[in-house]
Every structure is written in structure tokens, then in C-alpha cells.
């Protein structure tokens, strides 16, 4: 099966050796995404209902770039560095998902990219 690389200039750049997404027959899987302005590189600062907005930002640019919406993504893999800030994350990401919602985890982990406090990967489905 062919891979498509998905890349766009509105999400940060990877900061890796990575791409944004890759797509492979209607399934794409995007790269975790971190609190990055698109326009500057620069970590949003602020609070975490700040950081968790600019991540679904950035995901909502990967997934039209892949010919999708965040209607379509699947599942949703959630890692915070502090599992207190669960209710501010459920908030957030209300303002961007409706029901029916994607499959989700969410994890604690001791340290992110750059000091985020926050990162998001996921899957998205294509008609």
C-alpha cells in the first residue's frame, strides 16, 4: 500500500525526523501535535486551557490538509504532564468535537517536547 506524507504550513513544522501525517489507503495518522504557533515555531505560553486550543488548532490544519475534518478522526491520544488539568482538557476539546466523539486515552508523562504541557496525536478515517 502507498504512503502519502501530509504537510501543511498551518501546524508547526516537525521538529523531528518526522512528518505531520501520513496517510495509507483512507486511514491517516497524524504525528503528536504540541502547543507550536505555525506562524513563529514559538510554544503558545499561557495556562492549559491556552495550550490544549492551539494543539486542536494545529490537528484541525493537519487533518484538512489530509483532505479531512475533526468530524473524521477515530481515536485521540492525549499526554499531559499533569492528569489534573483533565477537566480544563475535556473542555477544550469539547469546543472542537462533537458527539459522537473519537476514541480517546489520556496519559500522564513526565516531560514533552519543548516543556508543552500538553500533546496530541491521532487517527482519521476518509470516505
Given at each position: 500500500m502507498?504512503r502519502?506524507?501530509?504537510t501543511?504550513?498551518?501546524?508547526?513544522a516537525?521538529?523531528?525526523?518526522?512528518s505531520?501525517?501520513v496517510?495509507?489507503?483512507?486511514?491517516?495518522?497524524?504525528s503528536g501535535?504540541i502547543?507550536l504557533d505555525?506562524?513563529?515555531g514559538?510554544?503558545?505560553e499561557?495556562?492549559?486551557a491556552?495550550?490544549a486550543?492551539q494543539?486542536f488548532?494545529?490537528?484541525k490544519?493537519?487533518a484538512e490538509?489530509a483532505?479531512?475534518?475533526?468530524e473524521?478522526?477515530?481515536?485521540?491520544?492525549?499526554?499531559v504532564?499533569?492528569l489534573g488539568h483533565?477537566?480544563t482538557?475535556n473542555e477544550?476539546?469539547?469546543?472542537?468535537?462533537?458527539?459522537?466523539y473519537?476514541?480517546?486515552?489520556?496519559?500522564?508523562?513526565?516531560a514533552?517536547?519543548?516543556?508543552a504541557?500538553i500533546?496530541?496525536?491521532?487517527?482519521?478515517?476518509?470516505?
Amino acid at each position: 500500500m502507498s504512503r502519502t506524507i501530509i504537510t501543511t504550513d498551518k501546524a508547526p513544522a516537525a521538529i523531528g525526523p518526522y512528518s505531520q501525517a501520513v496517510r495509507t489507503g483512507n486511514t491517516v495518522y497524524f504525528s503528536g501535535q504540541i502547543p507550536l504557533d505555525p506562524a513563529t515555531g514559538n510554544m503558545v505560553e499561557g495556562d492549559i486551557a491556552l495550550q490544549a486550543r492551539q494543539v486542536f488548532v494545529n490537528l484541525k490544519a493537519v487533518a484538512e490538509a489530509a483532505g479531512g475534518s475533526l468530524e473524521k478522526i477515530v481515536r485521540i491520544g492525549i499526554y499531559v504532564t499533569n492528569l489534573g488539568h483533565f477537566a480544563t482538557v475535556n473542555e477544550i476539546m469539547s469546543e472542537y468535537f462533537k458527539a459522537p466523539y473519537p476514541a480517546r486515552s489520556t496519559i500522564e508523562v513526565s516531560a514533552l517536547p519543548k516543556l508543552a504541557c500538553i500533546e496530541v496525536d491521532a487517527i482519521m478515517v476518509l470516505d
